[in-house]
């Protein structure tokens, strides 16, 4: 079939090279020329394993292209999927919904006669009927549930689709695009168009929900002197609850959980229903940042001023280089405002980290970066940082001091080298 994907961030460009993947052609559409730029020439202008060799593969054999041309798009897509973003609006919780309806409003300009345009990007529920009702072409809402990190398998081999639609013709056209996913036995959910919206935005609260849950438990632990990561091992043993997302640490950020709970709340509370605890969820996830910060002043002595500190993550998680609303960046930053002398090091972040915050360190490796420091936090738990010989480490450092953020160090391994260990949650200083 011929798809065009409009915006290619992230979501997008995973979504265009995956189709291609998938025996389509396909067109991805940016208004920003420099991301189309580096996509036709085969380049991902963000980290994603196993997307480069995709997207180069389909970039050379013709069957994937990039325009900033809404005419061209709307020429050949018979189907147009939107991907644009939706984030945080600036005066408040809600989502902005600016670029969706833009990127809405120009494809249905353009499209062919008969063109079906899914939305995939996250947005409260109610816009597809509402913008179903302002353009005269068929919508469909498939929420996309892929995570940075592993986009290529998730949209390959994804745990289940969804289609929100209001016709056969539309389900007929979603299941052709995804027929080689279907045949894999892939679980279809063919809901409604508010249903389908409200999936994306309930899972990723079920998903924020677990992780601020197992902190709050780190807090009472931290209170009472008991051990999370104990009592996250233990809780996850029991199947009604499971392992995933039980690790207690400096919580979620990213460009997904953080906007799309307080959107989500934002949006319940229009339509007169109370989603108090997710603004709990919330709360409890950003305490666990003052925790950190509190954990360096305690273990510098009572303040980090003129303590060189070394921190190991900037991506908001492993395996992404994305920076949006990252834990690691935002701990390093208050420390730097309190006087520290920080020097953050990432294997794949820095470019993103340098433009988010020019103002702090920033080492060429996790060695550097280790070099004369007096206190170490390990906040995106990378695998190189949870491979660290504590022994090596502690050779390099003026004082052996860190705070595992992530709950991924082996205590004792640390201890007996040498290292004043701080974990969140727990164990509490012996
Ligand atoms: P992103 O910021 O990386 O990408 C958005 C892209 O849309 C940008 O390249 C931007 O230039 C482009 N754009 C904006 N307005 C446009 C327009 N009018 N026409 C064409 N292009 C336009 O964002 P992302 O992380 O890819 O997220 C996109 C959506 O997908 C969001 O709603 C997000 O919540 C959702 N989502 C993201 C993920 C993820 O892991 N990143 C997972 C599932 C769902």
Redesign the pocket.
């Known amino acids: 079939m011929r798809l065009t994907v409009?915006?290619?961030?992230?979501?997008?460009?995973t979504h265009a090279a995956c189709m291609a993947e998938l025996g389509h052609e396909v067109i991805g559409?940016?208004?920003?020329a420099g991301?189309v730029a580096a996509l036709r020439a085969g380049r991902v202008p963000?980290h994603e394993p196993r997307l480069a060799e995709i997207l180069a593969r389909h970039t050379a054999s013709g069957r994937l292209r990039f325009t900033t041309s809404y005419e061209e798009a709307g020429a050949f897509g018979q189907v147009h999927f939107v991907?644009?973003?939706?984030?945080q609006r600036r005066d408040g919780d809600a989502a902005d919904l600016a670029?969706?309806e833009?990127?809405f409003a120009?494809v249905a300009r353009h499209a062919r006669k008969g063109a079906l345009l899914v939305g995939?990007?996250?947005?409260p529920v109610g816009t597809a009927a509402r913008l179903a009702e302002r353009h005269p072409v068929e919508i469909a809402w498939n929420?996309?549930?892929?995570?940075?990190g592993f986009?290529v398998q998730d949209t390959l081999r994804p745990d289940r689709l969804v289609f929100g639609v209001r016709t056969a013709r539309a389900e007929r056209l979603l299941r052709s695009v995804y027929a080689p996913v279907l045949a894999t036995g892939t679980p279809l959910v063919v809901t409604d168009f508010a249903t389908a919206e409200l999936v994306?935005t309930a899972a990723n609260s079920f998903l924020a929900t677990k992780i601020s849950f197992v902190n709050a438990m780190a807090e009472v632990c931290e209170a009472a002197g008991g051990n999370v990561r104990a009592l996250a091992e233990a809780l996850g043993h029991d199947d009604r609850i499971g392992r995933a997302y039980l690790r207690a640490g400096v919580g979620f950020g990213?460009?997904?959980l953080p906007?799309?709970i307080r959107a989500f709340a934002h949006r319940a509370a229009e339509l007169g229903v109370d989603l108090g605890f997710l603004r709990q969820v919330d709360a409890i996830n950003m305490r666990r940042r003052d925790r950190v910060v509190d954990l360096a002043r305690e273990l510098c002595g009572g303040g980090v001023l003129g303590a060189r500190v070394a921190v190991l993550g900037a991506a908001f998680k492993p395996d992404s280089d994305?920076v949006r609303d990252s834990p690691a960046l935002n701990v390093a930053a208050r420390l730097e405002l309190e006087g520290a002398d920080v020097t953050v090091y990432d294997p794949e972040a820095m470019d993103n980290a340098r433009k988010a915050f020019p103002l702090l360190g920033y080492a060429l490796s996790a060695e550097e970066a280790l070099r004369g420091a007096e206190l170490v936090l390990l906040l995106t738990e990378w695998r190189q940082f949870r491979e660290i010989d504590p022994v090596w480490a502690a050779g390099l450092v003026a004082r052996p001091r860190i705070v595992d953020g992530r709950g991924v160090l082996d205590a004792e391994r640390w201890t007996a080298a040498g290292w004043c260990f701080r974990a969140l949650g727990g164990p509490p200083p012996g």
């Not at 559409?29 to 920003?32: H, K």
């Open positions: 409009i915006g290619t961030g992230y979501l997008g460009a559409l940016d208004v920003d991301k963000f991907c644009v973003g939706t984030p670029y969706v833009d990127a120009a995939k990007s996250t947005v929420p996309e549930f892929l995570r940075e986009a994306k990213g460009g997904c906007k799309d994305d």
